[in-house]
């Protein structure tokens, strides 16, 4: 059974950044792609950020491209997501997920585990 565990999550003032980790349990890790999905208060689970099990391919919602970079550290099972200039409609709780396969996507439906999540608020 896989565990991820977010980590990094805190209050921040807008044009701040944040890092946040995700370490991972396991040995399929390195195999898989890993996404980073996130929440708000009344909303559904949106996509933020992918990446494909080498690193080679990433993918960024139009919301975080340019600002947000997902990265990862297979020696160390961990993805990271650099949040930089962080705006108000940023709060949410952030989630990482591991994908059924090595490649990159934007479905919910392609990741099979879930972390639990790290709330990121964003004051203005």
């Known amino acids: 059974q896989v565990q991820l565990v977010e980590s990094g999550g805190g209050l921040v003032q807008a044009g701040d950044s944040l890092r946040l980790s995700c370490a991972a349990s396991?040995?399929?890790?390195?195999?898989?792609?890993m996404g980073w999905f996130r929440q708000a208060p009344g909303k559904e689970r949106e996509f933020v950020a992918t990446?494909?099990?080498?690193?080679?391919?990433?993918d960024y919602a139009d919301a975080v491209k340019g600002r947000f970079i997902i990265s990862r550290d297979n020696a160390k099972n961990t993805v990271y997501l650099q949040m930089n200039s962080l705006k108000p409609e940023d709060t949410g709780v952030y989630y990482c997920?591991?994908?059924?396969?090595?490649?990159?996507?934007?479905?919910?439906?392609?990741?099979?585990?879930w972390g639990q999540g790290t709330q990121v608020t964003v004051s203005s």
């Open positions: 997920a591991q994908g059924i396969s090595g490649f990159a996507s934007r479905f919910k439906t392609q990741y099979i585990y």
């Open positions: 990446i494909n099990w080498s690193g080679g391919t990433t």
């Open positions: 396991g040995r399929t890790f390195r195999n898989s792609a």
